[in-house]
Every structure is written in C-alpha cells, then in structure tokens.
C-alpha cells in the first residue's frame, strides 16, 4: 500500500520570499505523485503532477516540485510567492495500473504574510 | 458548465437521521470516488466506483453506503448519521485508467451532525 507524510501542518513565508513544503511517500511499487492546491472555501484543483520521465515537474502558478526515488520524495517549491498562494495543499500519490485509487496526505497551510 | 455537481453545499442533520449526499458528473468519467475532508486530517477515501454497478471500500466505510446505477450519479448514503460524521464532502471523478493523472473535484458538501 501507498502512504504519503508532508512533514509540515504550516508554514508561514514572507511575500516574494521563497518556499518548500515537503512530501515524502511509501511504495512498494513504482508511483504516480501529485500536489492539489486547496482554496479557502473551494474544492482541490491539481496543481502538477509526476508519472514519469524528467524528475522536474513544472505546474501552474509558478509552481514545480522534484521527484526523488532515492529518498522517496516529492517537494513542492515557488521562488516568489504571493498573498494568492495562500491555500492548503496536499501531497498525493497512486500505484499506476491499479484501481485509479489516489491516497492525500494531510495537507500544509501556506500562510503568507505581510 | 461540465464538471462535478454535488448537491446541497450545506447540510445540518439530527443525531440518527438519514440522509443522502448527491454527486453528478457529465463528462462520462468511468471513476467516482467519495473523500472526507477532516481539520488535520487531509482527505479520507470512502467508497470508489470504477463504473456502473461496480462499487468498493476505501478507508474509511463504516456509516456509509453507495451504488452507482449510472455512469453519471455516485450518492453517498448515511444511514444512521453520527456526530463523528461531521465534516466537509467532497466526491471526485476522472476516466478510468487516466485517474493517475488527476481528479475533478466537486466543490463539497459541509455536513454537521448535532
């Protein structure tokens, strides 16, 4: 079975400062990994997603996250955020080929401040 | 617009009562899946469909029932609601084997059981 641990419930960054929130992710099997975003009062949307190929996935927003097998991990960076990005966003991750089933992790509070 | 439809937003049930949470999707998406959404809890699979008339356990099933006897129409049932069965919906669908590359999300039901 797949899990998926994001190693902070919130983080606090300064406008325009730099972030990292954090993934890590358990499989016996080869995975499938995607970060959703969450905005206050509103359903997910995906944010990007890893399936295979270039470790370095780019989404929307300005976001990008790295896959790294060798330490089962899946962070999520912006160079600059915005007081927009402030939303929760959650880790996920599903075995391909077996029953479309995705596992979130329990999210991280982006707070932006001032 | 195409997309998930759940139906009501807001719900506010007694103790024992029944009651019946209605997710519609028109983009003829093959998965649907039902998710609860719990303070530091992240998203909790219910019950998942991979098509009409197929339907499975997530990880959390207890209190809960569903059918799928359209492509389109996934309710999630609670038979005898609990004060432990407050919290925020939401159901999820995508085309069979394509779920690997994100779900459409419904933008949720708020439950409270008094």
């Known amino acids: 079975a797949q899990s998926v641990t994001q190693l902070d419930s919130q983080v606090p960054v300064f406008e325009e400062a730099p972030v990292e929130l954090r993934c890590n992710y358990s499989s016996s099997v080869s995975v499938y990994l995607f970060w959703y975003v969450q905005y206050p009062n509103q359903g997910l949307q995906l944010l990007l997603k890893?399936?295979?190929?270039?470790?370095l996935v780019k989404g929307i927003n300005g976001f990008e996250a790295e896959f790294n097998k060798s330490q089962t991990s899946f962070h999520l960076r912006k160079p600059s955020v915005h007081i927009s990005d402030t939303a929760e966003y959650f880790c996920a991750v599903s075995a391909p080929g077996r029953d479309d089933k995705i596992i979130f992790g329990k999210g991280t509070r982006l707070h932006i401040l001032p | 617009n195409a997309g998930v439809t759940q139906t009501p937003k807001f719900q506010v049930l007694k103790t024992g009562q029944s009651m019946t949470l209605q997710c519609a999707q028109d983009m003829n998406h093959e998965y649907m899946s039902w998710y609860r959404q719990d303070p530091g809890m992240g998203l909790r699979l219910i019950h998942y469909s991979v098509g009409a008339g197929i339907t499975d356990q997530g990880e959390v099933p207890n209190g809960y029932n569903v059918s799928r006897s359209t492509t389109e129409d996934f309710p999630l049932r609670l038979l005898s609601a609990a004060p432990s069965q407050t919290s925020v919906y939401f159901c999820a669908s995508s085309y069979l084997g394509q779920g690997n590359y994100g779900y459409t999300f419904g933008s949720g039901t708020r439950l409270t059981v008094v």
């Open positions: 890893y399936l295979s190929g270039s470790t």
